[in-house]
């Protein structure tokens, strides 16, 4: 069997500035709506994230929604929060997600479930997302599970983490990602930037750390077409930063799909002029079919070829 | 201390409705729930009135017997309750799910019923108001974090920090609540010891949480040798 490896390392390693998006999963079993959405994306991307159950709503498994959506020729980036499983879920997760051919894992803590549909839930937040990263850091690099057990066939995954520069406070949140990096991240996707001045003021702290130098960062980038979904974003959405000048603009736009794509654009190009910054993430919510039309006009299209 | 809170009215009627009995017993709490003002001698008092009058609008003759002993979770104290529980026909308790559950295993042939909700463990941050400090995990770490606990008051008991949800001190779950890692950043801070929230903490082992299954203490002095 040809080994598989994660296309999305390869494309860092090679230097490119990596193009990433985000696929909703359905609340249902259907596949073909994996299939469509991936089929839009292809080749406009370079690595796909499925989101764990994002914002504590249940929808299909991100490992299972990764799988459909690889077999249409996309590289993915699975999901797995802290909140709905404990170390003996999530590290079965890991060996089942790798043995499924996929490559690269996004470690979070996750939305509490006060955000979801099922308010009485019980949360498990086992581990926390520096202890997940370091799981997945031992299985992958020592082939040990966290109870030392050794494995003959240990799972391969990319090993990414959230860094979010408009949470509090600024320097504990600093010290976890440096903690991130020690238990072994090697790529952060940020929290989505509207507040662009703070994003850079942030990048200037990672620089100082040297963070950018022992993984690759890259960008959150959320269009909107909508001054409804900037409003709530700002005021119910856990961690993010929406300046009110954001919300104005949109405001006085006529064409507002318009000025979101110009917005996203925008953003994209000056993350690009950041140091350190190697790559976007797009993640358009209840908008994945703009995600083709901002890598096209933010100049990102055609995707480089990966060996 | 326990933290309780006195179930709504409606509810513990609706307890009582599904009991045949004409001779109800209301046991309080000297301690932890009479400083919750939820189940000491006054609020036994108070809600023997109310219950009074629920009897009578439904035209039902209910004799109310009172007693507050100082503490239900102990037997020695519960053996003072013996005349009162043989006359009654239902026992009510006022005391947290440990003192409920102690009367009912004092008194097997009797129906004990939880008048109150067991909150948390808490301390006296206002006046009239409590707030959790302590989960009972069975293996503190407050030396680790210098006097704030991140499993008690983090929503989520991140060892590491916080998460991305902390804004302006407060939590993601809801802005009345205080983000733990504020507080311990603040705390470490102010010691100038920032350096006890750099390093890695270890996932906790929850053996001597509810995760080894229900708990005993046992002090050994009292056995000898």
Not at chain 1, 20 to 25: A, D, M, T
Not at chain 1, 40 to 57: E, F, H, M, P, S
């Amino acid at each position: 069997m040809p080994e598989i490896k994660s296309l999305l390392k390869k494309r860092l390693e090679a230097g490119q500035f990596v193009v990433c998006s985000e696929l909703g999963p359905p609340i249902g079993a259907d596949p073909e709506f994996i299939r469509e959405k991936a089929r839009r994306l292809k080749g406009y991307v370079d690595a796909t994230n499925v989101t764990d159950n994002q914002t504590a709503i249940v929808r299909m498994s991100s490992i299972a929604a990764a799988r459909i959506a690889a077999d249409e020729g996309l590289e993915m980036i699975i999901q797995v929060t802290a909140r709905d499983r404990n170390r003996i879920g999530i590290q079965s997760d890991i060996l089942g997600a790798s043995s499924l051919g996929l490559r690269n894992v996004l470690c979070l803590t996750g939305d509490h479930q006060v955000f979801g549909m099922d308010k009485g839930a019980k949360n498990v937040f086992d581990l926390d997302s520096v202890q997940l990263i370091k799981t997945v850091h031992d299985m992958v690099h020592e082939g040990v599970l966290l109870n030392g057990k050794e494995m003959e066939v240990p799972p391969q995954m990319f090993i990414g983490g959230a860094a979010n520069p408009f949470a509090d406070p600024f320097e504990m949140q600093m010290l976890k990602m440096i903690k991130k990096v020690e238990a072994g991240v090697e790529f952060f996707q940020t929290q989505a930037i509207y507040n662009i001045e703070k994003f850079e003021y942030w990048m200037e702290e990672v620089r100082k750390l040297g963070l950018h130098k022992k993984s690759y960062i890259l960008a959150g980038i959320l269009p909107t077409r909508s001054v409804k979904a900037l409003k709530m974003m700002k005021k119910h959405v856990a961690g993010m930063d929406v300046p009110d000048e954001v919300i104005a603009r949109m405001e006085a736009a006529g064409d507002k799909k318009k000025e979101g794509v110009k917005m996203a654009v925008e953003t994209i190009e000056r993350v690009k002029q950041i140091e350190g910054v190697r790559g976007v993430h797009l993640m358009p919510v209840a908008w994945e079919e703009i995600t083709p039309v901002v890598v096209e006009e933010a100049g990102l299209y055609p995707r480089p070829e990966v060996e | 201390m326990i933290v309780g809170e006195q179930k709504n009215i409606d509810e513990i009627a609706a307890m009582l409705e599904k009991e045949d009995f004409d001779n109800l017993l209301i046991t309080g709490c000297g301690t932890c729930v009479t400083v919750s003002m939820a189940g000491g001698e006054r609020e036994v008092n108070a809600l023997a009135e109310i219950l009074q009058a629920y009897f009578a609008s439904k035209n039902k003759n209910v004799k109310i017997q009172k007693a507050t002993v100082k503490r239900q979770c102990d037997f020695e104290f519960l053996d003072d309750l013996e005349n009162e529980v043989d006359s009654t026909g239902l026992v009510l308790s006022l005391g947290c799910g440990v003192g409920v559950q102690h009367l009912a295993e004092r008194f097997p042939d009797k129906v004990v019923l939880p008048g109150l909700n067991t909150s948390f463990y808490g301390a006296v941050t206002n006046t009239g108001e409590l707030a959790e400090r302590c989960i009972g995990c069975g293996n503190c770490v407050l030396d680790e974090y210098h006097g704030v606990c991140p499993i008690a008051r983090c929503s989520k008991s991140l060892l590491n920090g916080p998460c991305g949800g902390s804004q302006d001190g407060k939590c993601e779950v809801d802005p009345e609540i205080d983000c733990g890692w504020q507080l311990i950043y603040d705390r470490v801070k102010r010691l100038n010891k920032l350096e006890v929230v750099t390093g890695y903490h270890e996932p906790k082992d929850w053996q001597t949480y509810r995760d080894g299954g229900p708990r005993k203490h046992v002090n050994k002095e009292y056995f000898g040798n």
